[in-house]
C-alpha cells in the first residue's frame, strides 16, 4: 500500500512539474498553487485525507512521503511566485531576479571642490580653523573695514553685485569679509582660512566667471612678520604643488595689506623636465607658463593696520599677514585646463580626469 501511494506521489509530482514550466503570468501561478495547496481539494490536501487508511506501522513512512511531496511543491512554488512577482512592474515579461544588477558608476567631488578641500586639509594640519561665511555681505565688511576707499572701481555697480532694496548689502567680492567677522570676533592669536564663493560682475571669459571660488589664509598674532609669511606660503606651494618649487614674491599693491607682494612658483612643468636647471628659466615652447618660467598663483601681503584697527586690534601689538588664491586658477594651473568655463560645464569626460 505504501509503494502504491509513492507511485502516486511521484505522478503527481511529475504533472505539477509540467504544469509549473507551461506557466504564462501570476494568475495561472496562483491557481496551480490552488490546485495543489488547498486544504481540502487540494492534490496534497487529498493524499492526506488518506493517511487514515494506513495501518499503524505504515503510517509514519506515508506521513513523510506526503510531506517530503508538499516541502517540494511549497519550494517550487515560492521560487516561481519570486520570479513572477518581480515582473509585475515589467509588464508581465519574465525576469530573473538572481542576475547581477547593472553597475551604477561611482561619483566623486567637482574638480573645484576637490582642490579647494585638499586646501583646507593642508592649513588644517599647519594648525589653522577653517572660517566659512556668507555670500551676501554687508558692504561695509566687504569694502569699508578692509580699507577699500569710497571711491574705489570695485565699489562701483558695473564691478559688484549689489542687492535690490538692501543698499548697505552686496555679494561679496571676495572671501575678506569673513575674516573681517572673524578679527571682530575673537581675539589674537588668530590662525584662520575662509574658503568660498566670491562674486564679480565680469563677463565669462577663459580666465573669468562671475561666480568663482577663493580661499584666503589670515594670522594674527604678536611679533608676526614677512618672513612668517613667506615660510607659510613656501610650506604650503611645496605641499600643494611639488617640493621641489621655488617662490619668487614680486612688490604689488592691495589696500587691505601694506607692505603687498604678489607671489609667482617655479613652473613645475618645464623646471622638472630641466632637472637642477635655474629656477624661473622657462622652456620657450611650455604651454603652462609660455616660457616665462613663473607662474603667478597668489596674492599676499602684511595686514594693514588700519584693517586691524578696524576691526578691533590694536596694531601697535599686534601684526599679522594674509594672503589669496583663486581656487579655479589653481586648479587650472595644476591640471592643465586652459579654459576657466570648461569646470562649470560639468561635462563628466572631462571632470573624470583628474585624479
Ligand atoms: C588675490 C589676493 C589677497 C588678502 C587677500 C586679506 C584679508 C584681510 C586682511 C588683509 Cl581680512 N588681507 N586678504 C590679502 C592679500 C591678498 O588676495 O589675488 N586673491 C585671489
Redesign the pocket.
Known sequence: MIDELKKEIEGARQSFVHELESIQSPEQLAALKERCLSRKKGVVGQFLARLKGFLPAEKPLAGQAINQFKEFIETALSEAELAHGATAATGGEWLDPSLPASELPLGRLHLIADIQRQIEELFQNLGYEIAYGPEVELEDYNFTK?NIPEHHPARDEQDTFFLEGFDDLVLRT?T?PM??RYMLEHKPPLKIISPGKAFRKDDPDATHSPCFH?V?G?LVDRGIHFSHLKGTLEAFCRSFFDPGVSLRFRPGY?P??EP?AEVDISCFMCSSQRAASTPGRGKPDCRVCKGSGWLEI????M??PQ?LRNCGIDPEVYSGF?????IERVAMIKFGVPDLRLLYENDLRLLGQFG
Open positions: 578692509l571676495h575678506s575674516q573681517v577663493q584666503e589670515l592691495f587691505f595689506t603687498s597668489l596674492g599676499s601681503g595686514v594693514h584693517v594674509a594672503f589669496g588664491m583663486g
